[in-house]
């Protein structure tokens, strides 16, 4: 239907920001994009996060087919190793670890030309037809950071992430620990980093698209996200009497997305009227949880789970033992000067934390990604069908006892969310919360179900509306936002736009209703076989297993960003 399509990623996008700046004339070409074409909220995966955001969008599956879940495997090895073990443990998924083939790859498969710059997922570059820069997970000194590797050479300005989150995390408190990090004030100099990375990166976008032939063309932008994690207060009008410094911060983030909205405008004119034009984000953007949930704590309360008798001298085990709640105590110790922060308290929150008794136990919740969570139910068969209902009935009817509202937007079977081959190792419910709770699963004594967060370190977080923008010649204008737009859909939706069938074991749908329906019914949406890796299985696992991962640096990247504990 189009002969290209052009692809922005602005990665954490929220219409939160964008429409009030499109409104107030701040961003005149995403505006005209939206005033001209289709348009509506984006839903992400369940978690909202980077990496199963993204590998969905490449394969068009659920992440129960792809195998990503994470930014880590998604096992229970908390059953058999203490927490220090399983961080030593910790393996960072990459490219590799799509077991799927991806949109480059069917794309080439059809003889299609590829350009594929900075989207999550990506490093190790696998062989496309066209050329691939990667993303966040390449090591900062990987010489090798493209496909075909030479390109890597003649990128001599081209800058992947800032690198000072190695190191540093904006806003965070210093923790106790091997793992400090020197803190970073919110500043001027921070957006102006953010900006000069991806003026960069358009440029490179705007010399590979004219010098490089293609088919599909995509770029993707993170200062969005990293602006939304450590900057989340600056992106709203100032209220009357904020300080100089707030006011100057806000402008300079709203200077960042004018300059955002310029490259795009330049992206759009490079590649001619006759292009659709994409515009999308892997999920959105808010305030972060101010409230923890602790479901272990529930559980046990509610006679689902046993603690391990070996921990019951630990703190937590004579907190649950003598009723003594937690988060009390963190009170009490703040109002004496110091002693929150003295040794002997540092010492106490460092000892053992009380173990599950999974043998003697029906279920125990895991910790995803805020804001969702999952419980394992320790039965087989009918008694497991029987503890999965009782619980999700029970979780539905659970509310917050300070205001009586609801803690959980949705409670889920493991299969209403995922289906394939690599959902075995999943837990077998799926709780999303409300965007202003998270979760501990730590097993010990509180006072409520909900207390109120006792550290935030960024104030921005996931939430799992994104954003979703089409236009082009044959994409009709709809001036209301669409609804029930997944991020799913979006790889087949692509191959429609480009006349190719949608191979049949992708799970999303083609996005009609953006397209001019006379059309539609020209030419009906078609189905096809399922395609591997190009240009083989084997010769695309061969490039990707000879690329070294630097996993240590990518996971202090990772936890710097909060991704990763």
């Known amino acids: 239907m189009s002969d290209r399509v052009l692809i922005i990623g602005l990665d954490g996008a929220t219409w939160t920001v964008l429409l009030p700046w499109m409104e107030d004339g701040s961003l005149p070409n995403l505006a005209r994009l939206r005033a001209e074409g289709s348009w509506g909220d984006l839903m992400s995966t369940i978690p909202p996060l980077t990496a199963p955001a993204w590998s969905t969008f490449l394969t068009g599956k659920n992440p129960g087919k792809h195998g990503v879940f994470h930014f880590i495997p998604l096992d229970d090895a908390a059953e058999t190793e203490d927490i220090q073990q399983k961080a030593d443990k910790i393996d960072v998924v990459d490219a590799r670890s799509i077991q799927s083939a991806t949109l480059w790859d069917i794309l080439a498969h059809h003889d299609r030309k590829v350009g ?15 050329f691939m820069i990667t993303c966040l997970l390449t090591p900062p000194q990987a010489s090798i950071f493209t496909y075909p590797p030479e390109l890597s050479k003649q990128l001599t300005d081209y800058q992947i992430d800032l690198d000072r989150f190695i190191d540093e995390k904006p806003f965070a408190r210093d ?3 091997a793992r400090k990090k020197r803190i970073v004030k919110p500043s001027l100099q921070l957006v102006q980093e953010f900006e000069e990375m991806e003026d960069k990166r358009a440029k490179a976008a705007l010399d590979l698209m004219t010098t490089q032939p293609w088919d599909t063309f995509m770029v993707v932008f993170t200062a969005t996200d990293r602006m939304g994690h450590y900057l989340w207060p600056y992106h709203q009008k100032p209220a009357e009497g904020a300080s100089e410094e707030h006011q100057a911060l806000y402008q300079a983030v709203r200077k960042l ?12 004119q490079k590649a001619g009227e006759d292009t659709t034009v994409v515009v999308m984000s892997d999920h959105g953007m808010g305030p972060i949880y101010h409230k923890n949930t602790h479901w272990n704590n529930w559980l046990y309360k509610n006679g689902f789970l046993a603690i391990d008798q070996r921990s019951s001298k630990s703190v937590d085990g004579w907190l649950l033992r003598l009723r003594i709640p937690r988060d009390s105590i963190r009170r009490i110790l703040k109002l004496v000067p110091g002693l929150y922060s003295s040794k002997v308290v540092q010492k106490a929150k460092e000892a053992p934390i009380a173990r599950i008794d999974y043998a003697q136990s029906k279920a125990h919740y895991v910790k995803i990604f805020d804001p969702v969570g999952g419980i394992y139910v320790h039965a087989k068969g009918e008694e497991r069908e029987r503890l999965r209902d009782e619980l999700i009935r029970k979780i539905r009817e659970t509310l917050d006892p300070t205001n009586g ?7 889920y079977r493991r299969e209403d969310c995922f289906w394939g081959e690599h959902v075995d190792d999943l ?45 082009g010649p044959k994409i009709v204008h709809t001036p209301d936002p669409l609804a029930d737009l997944s991020i799913t859909d979006l790889a087949p ?9 949608i191979p049949e074991d992708m799970d999303g749908k083609v996005i009609t209703q953006i397209f001019d329906p006379a059309g539609v019914q020209a030419h009906p949406v078609q189905f096809g076989p399922a395609f591997g890796r190009w240009p083989s299985e084997e010769e695309a ?15 202090d990247r990772l936890r710097a960003l909060g991704y990763v504990k």
């Open 116 to 130: 594929a710059i900075n989207v999550p997922m990506s490093y190790p570059a696998r062989p496309v037809n066209g």
């Open 175 to 177: 923790v106790s620990g």
């Open 257 to 268: 997305y004018k300059r955002l909205d310029e490259h795009i405008g330049e992206l759009i």
């Open 405 to 411: 509202k609801p803690i959980v937007r949705e409670v």
């Open 427 to 471: 837990p077998d419910i799926i709780i999303l919360m409300n965007p202003e709770y998270g979760s501990s699963d730590r097993l010990s004594n509180y006072s409520s179900i909900v207390t109120d967060r006792p550290q935030i370190s960024d104030p921005g977080g996931h939430h799992i509306e994104g954003v979703f923008i089409a236009k």
């Open 493 to 501: 939706t692509i191959l429609y736009a480009l006349g190719l069938p």
């Open 541 to 555: 696992q061969s490039i990707l297993e000879e690329t070294p991962s630097g996993e240590e640096v990518i996971l």
